[in-house]
């Protein structure tokens, strides 16, 4: 299983303010969407009750200490299902919601896919590094500073080697350009997962 870190960051490492982006960049969320659809994402509970619904076309794996969490109900106020470790997930790109309390676990748990997405926050972020449970970096590197507080945390760079860059220059209407670029592991060690 190949497990990716996919995150917009700002050129002062910002990556968020009150659980939302600091920016409006379209092109970023197409982006995002086209890399991860289809496959799981793994992202902290703050993270989900930010996006605040299931991505579909994708197995959303909520990570919560708090046994007892459930996310909010559908906008027709129907309850949402939850899969909750270490129950059987379901195969292919099912919009479903799935709960389980450490990275770990929920990487155990996930296994069986062949490329696993984390899409925030900055803690998971954090862990996932520092645990060396990552493959590579999927990153929207924007050219500009935001005020935020969440950034992106710290990374060994002589441990990742950049293998793509697509350019996007400033606009007349993004007064900023941002790149897409991607990182992968070097010295071929495979993350621990």
Not at 6 to 27: C, D
Not at 53 to 71: D, E, F, Q
Not at 95 to 101: E, F, K, L, P
């Amino acid at each position: 299983m190949k497990v990716s870190i996919v995150a917009a960051v700002a050129q002062n490492g910002i990556i968020g303010i009150n659980n939302s982006l600091p920016w409006h960049l379209p092109e970023d969320l197409a982006f995002f969407k086209q890399t991860t659809l289809g496959c799981p994402v793994l992202m902290g509970r703050k993270t989900y009750e930010s996006i605040n619904r299931p991505l579909p076309g994708r197995l959303n794996v909520v990570l919560s200490s708090n046994t007892g969490w459930k996310p909010g109900p559908a906008k027709d106020g129907t309850p949402r299902n939850v899969i909750a470790y270490p129950a059987a997930l379901p195969e292919g790109s099912t919009t479903q919601i799935a709960t389980a309390t450490n990275l770990p676990d929920a990487l155990k748990w996930l296994s069986n896919f062949e490329q696993v997405f984390l899409i925030g926050g900055s803690n998971l972020y954090q862990q996932a590094l520092d645990q060396n449970l990552v493959d590579e970096l999927i990153l929207t590197e924007i050219h500009q500073s935001f005020e935020g507080d969440a950034s992106f945390p710290d990374w060994d760079r002589a441990s990742f080697m950049e293998t793509d860059r697509i350019v996007n220059p400033a606009t007349p209407e993004r007064a900023w350009g941002f790149d897409f670029v991607k990182y992968a592991k070097v010295n071929n060690q495979p993350a621990k997962n």
